[in-house]
């Protein structure tokens, strides 16, 4: 949206008009691959906490199936 009302500035006035969106590339790259990381990093944590929970309920079973 902000390129193309930037365009249309262009065109009507003849002044170099430049988006916010390629001003701004450099940030909005890096918060994406902020984003990613912030959902591998989650993920990565509940993949742990299940096998936690998995080793745990597997060890009470093996516990009481041994008495």
Do not use: H, P
Request: a negative charge; hydrophobic letters at 45%; proline letters at 0%.
């Amino acid at each position: 949206m902000s390129e193309t009302i930037a365009l249309e500035i262009e065109q009507d006035t003849d002044i170099d008009v430049v988006s916010r969106i390629e001003t701004n590339s450099d940030i909005l790259e890096l918060i994406n691959t902020q984003t990613v990381l912030v959902w591998l990093y989650c993920g990565l944590i509940y993949m742990i906490a299940g096998f936690g929970i998995a080793n745990t309920l597997f060890t009470l079973v093996m516990d009481k199936k041994g008495k």
